[in-house]
């Protein structure tokens, strides 16, 4: 009995350890993948698991804004809203090749408004394809960027590097992340690890020196003409100092921070703020993306190393109480055996000693040990007894 449990265990850990190995080698690479399946949030952040739109403000901003058609400079207030919604539809349709199974396509849209009044300060909307593994950019020959900035009249672009995801599993190393603006990827440096809220982060930062936009030449001459008198034409500068703090697990964001400044330089005529902006991710999204990522680096965590650790134990435990019931039952009926073999010796043994012993010889029982009762016999150094006489042996002598 203890052999055959300890056979039946001793398979169980075998398929256990199996199990663990198919987990840890293909089934938690396959969850550290972008999804096909993400949808952004509805307005009741439904259904789980779904994008929210990430929101960032800036106080004391001076900034351009376009009113009755006429560039004009603001001070105040405002909220950057950037919401991602992944396109099935377009990664089934459009990932072909190379692309195939290998990428998804996203769409992103992002709106700068004034919170005193919520009028639009800029949009801007872009559409690129990601690599699930790294989530980095990939080729591909239908990407764009549309901004209604300086650069806005031309929405080619060629995406690269990190946008606005960072790989599963980040490292402590520099990447590559995209700038809008420059519409090129720029190194951003690991800087350290800082507590957010719940989760423990990776900080990246990208410095941007002060560079030339590429602007168009009729926009530098509406800037000149609305902002600088006597001017004929300029250059727009840019720079940023951008933040990122990253939950490394899942490689979601959970704390953004860009300090932007672009100004007008005109041919004549001093230099002109165009955007002096320090913004943050306000609390709300903070505690969304700390909440998000920490759900997804448990998963990721359970998947990829708790289970098959907890599997793999198991399974190395049902083999060392198989083994050992197995060994266990095969002495035992070994013993069993012995104990039998020795009883019925032992049975046979008294039997023979019960039986009677018996002569087959014609002599009767015992013929060879005691002479019969009949019988006149003496020992052979035994000196005979005299003869007696009888009184008929005496009558004839006479």
């Avoid at 946008?163 to 190393?173: D, G, I, N, S």
């Avoid at 448990?298 to 198991?314: E, G």
């Avoid at 039986?355 to 040990?369: I, M």
């Amino acid at each position: 009995m203890k052999a055959r449990l300890g056979a039946v265990l001793f398979g169980i850990g075998v398929a256990s350890l199996a199990l663990a190995a198919g987990t840890a080698y293909y089934v938690a690479p396959s969850v550290t993948k972008l999804p096909y399946d993400l949808t952004f949030c509805n307005p009741d952040n439904q259904p789980d698991g779904c994008l929210k739109a990430s929101v960032a403000v800036a106080e004391n901003a001076t900034f351009m804004q376009v009113i009755d058609g006429k560039p004009t400079i603001q001070t105040g207030a405002l909220k950057a809203t950037t919401e991602v919604v992944p396109q099935a539809s377009t990664t089934e349709k459009e990932m072909t090749g190379d692309l195939a199974g290998e990428a998804v396509v996203w769409q992103a849209y992002g709106r700068v408004i004034r919170t005193d009044n919520g009028s639009d300060v800029s949009l801007y909307s872009a559409e690129l394809a990601l690599d699930r593994e790294t989530a980095a950019a990939r080729k591909w020959d239908k990407q764009f960027l549309d901004t209604d900035g300086p650069a806005g009249e031309d929405d080619s672009v060629e995406f690269q590097g990190q946008t606005y995801k960072f790989p599963f599993h980040a490292e402590r190393k520099d990447y590559e992340y995209f700038d809008r603006d420059l519409r090129k990827a720029l190194p951003i440096r690991f800087d350290g690890t800082e507590r957010v809220k719940d989760v423990e982060a990776y900080r990246y930062v990208q410095v941007i020196p002060e560079t030339d936009l590429v602007v168009a030449e009729g926009s530098l001459t509406a800037l000149a003409n609305a902002l600088a008198p006597g001017a004929t034409t300029g250059k727009v500068t840019y720079s940023n100092t951008r933040t990122i703090w990253v939950e490394p697990t899942s490689g979601n964001f959970v704390k953004v921070r860009e300090q932007q400044k672009k100004n007008f330089v005109p041919d004549q005529g001093g230099t002109v703020t165009l955007l002096d902006a320090d913004f943050a991710y306000d609390d709300a999204t903070i505690t969304n993306s700390v909440k998000s990522a920490g759900e997804t680096r448990d998963k990721l965590r359970l998947i990829s190393r708790t289970l098959p650790i907890a599997v793999a134990v198991l399974g190395g435990l049902l083999l060392i109480v198989g083994l050992w019931l197995i060994v266990a039952g095969r002495r035992s009926a070994a013993d069993a055996r012995l104990r039998a073999d020795a009883a019925s010796t032992a049975v046979d043994a008294s039997t023979r000693q019960e039986k009677p012993v018996t002569d087959e010889r014609p002599g009767g029982p015992l013929s060879d040990e005691i002479p019969p009762a009949s019988t006149n016999w003496r020992m052979e150094d035994e000196p005979a007894a005299p003869a007696q006489r009888t009184a008929s042996d005496e009558a004839e002598k006479r």
